[in-house]
C-alpha cells in the first residue's frame, strides 16, 4: 500500500441487464471494446446483477466470485482491466475481492455480462473512493463488456459509437427515463448455454467472415436513427419495423458468417412467427434476439398477458420472464456477509 492511498472501503452496486433494439455486434477496437455503429437499448426492472467490491491490503491479486464459482481466467482479464483504471484513477495500488449475483441466468442470449460489468464499474469506483460522472463510468464498464455501457444510464440508453482512438466519446447515456413509454418486457428463455460467446462471435465476423458485414454495419447506422424516430412518436409500428429487421439483419449476417454463427433453435422461430401473428390480430408487440436462443418481447401493457400466455405455449420456451423497463446502476447497502 503507498502511503497517500486513498480512503477504501466495501461498496455495492445493482445494475440492469439491458436489451437492444438497435445491436452492438462489430468492434472497430476490440482491446477497449468500441463499437463500430452506435447502438440503442431498454434496460430491465429486476433482471441484473449486485456486485459487492472490497479492497484489501493484503491481497496479491484480484479475486472475483460470480454466482458462487471463482471467475475464469478470460473474465479475470476483463475484470482487471476495469479494476486498474479504476486504481489508476484514484492512485491506489490495492486489489480487491468481489462478489457479484446474476439475478439473469448466465449465456441465454440475455446479456449478463452487461449488468456485471456497470455494477463492477460503479461499486467499485465507490469503493476506491471516487465520484465518476456518467459518462465515464459508462466507459469503464465497456472497456469490461461493450454492452455494459448502455446498462450504467438505464431506461432508453443510447451508446454512441465516438470517433476517438481513446474511445473517450464512446459512452452511453439516457435517451428517455423508464416511465416514458412504460412497456412490458417479456423474455421467452430457449436453449441452454449458448456455444459462441459475444466476444468470440464478433471476432471471427470481424475478421472478414461475414460477406455482410459491412452492409450491416451501415444499416445499424440507419436503424439507430429510425429507432430514435419511432421512440420519439411511441409508434409501436415503427418500433417493430426497426426493432426486429435490426435482429434479423445482425443473425443473417451471423449466418452467412464462414463458420456459421447460429444462435437460434426451432423455438426461436416458433416466438418469431408467434409474435407476428399477435400483431396481426391486433397486439401492440415486437420482438429481439441477442447472440442466443431466447426471444424478447416488447408489449403494451395492454396486451402483456395475451402474449406471455401464447408464449408459454410454445414448444422449446422453457419459461416466460416478465418485467418492464428500469432505471440504470446505482449504489445499494453492502452486507459484511457478502464478501
Ligand atoms: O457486450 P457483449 O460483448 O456482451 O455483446 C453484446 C452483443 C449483443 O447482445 C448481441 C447485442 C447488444 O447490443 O447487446
Not at 473474465?75 to 490495492?94: A, N, P
Amino acid at each position: 500500500m503507498s502511503p497517500s492511498e486513498p480512503s477504501l472501503r466495501r461498496a455495492a452496486a445493482f445494475a440492469p441487464s439491458n436489451i437492444a433494439l438497435t445491436k452492438y455486434w462489430g468492434k472497430r477496437d476490440a482491446r477497449i471494446n468500441l463499437p463500430l455503429a452506435s447502438s440503442i437499448s431498454v434496460a430491465l426492472a429486476d433482471l441484473g446483477s449486485y456486485t459487492v467490491v472490497q479492497p484489501q491490503p493484503d491481497l496479491p491479486e484480484d479475486v472475483m466470485v460470480v454466482d458462487d464459482q471463482e471467475l475464469d481466467p478470460a473474465g479475470m482479464v476483463k475484470v482487471r482491466r476495469v479494476l486498474d483504471q479504476i486504481r489508476e484513477l484514484s492512485g491506489s495500488s490495492v486489489y480487491a475481492g468481489l462478489r457479484s449475483v446474476n439475478t439473469v441466468p448466465a449465456a441465454r442470449g440475455l446479456a449478463s455480462s452487461a449488468s456485471a460489468f456497470a455494477a463492477l464499474a460503479m461499486a467499485a469506483a465507490q469503493a476506491y473512493g471516487l465520484a465518476l460522472d456518467g459518462p465515464l463510468l459508462s466507459r469503464l464498464a465497456r472497456s469490461g463488456s461493450g454492452s455494459a455501457s448502455r446498462s450504467v444510464p438505464g431506461g432508453f440508453a443510447i451508446w454512441h459509437a465516438g470517433h476517438r482512438a481513446d474511445g473517450a466519446d464512446s459512452f452511453a447515456e439516457q435517451l428517455y427515463a423508464p416511465d416514458y413509454w412504460p412497456l412490458k418486457v417479456l423474455v421467452a428463455r430457449i436453449g441452454g448455454r449458448k456455444k459462441i460467446s459475444s466476444t468470440e462471435g464478433m471476432r471471427l465476423q470481424g475478421g472478414g467472415g461475414s460477406p455482410y458485414q459491412a452492409a450491416w454495419i451501415e444499416q445499424c447506422q440507419r436503424d439507430v436513427e429510425s429507432c430514435k424516430e419511432a421512440l420519439s412518436l411511441k409508434s409501436m409500428r415503427r418500433l417493430a419495423e426497426v426493432v426486429e429487421g435490426n435482429a434479423l439483419a445482425m443473425h443473417a449476417s451471423m449466418i452467412a458468417n464462414r463458420p456459421p454463427l447460429i444462435y437460434w433453435q426451432p423455438a426461436t422461430l416458433a416466438v418469431i412467427e408467434a409474435v407476428q401473428q399477435l400483431r396481426a390480430d391486433g397486439c401492440e408487440c415486437c420482438f429481439t434476439i441477442d447472440a442466443g436462443a431466447s426471444v424478447v418481447v416488447l408489449v403494451e401493457p395492454q396486451d402483456a398477458r395475451i402474449v406471455a400466455e401464447t408464449l408459454a405455449q410454445i414448444e422449446g420456451v422453457e419459461e416466460v420472464l416478465q418485467t418492464h423497463i428500469g432505471p440504470g446502476a446505482r449504489i445499494v447497502e453492502s452486507r459484511e456477509e457478502d464478501l
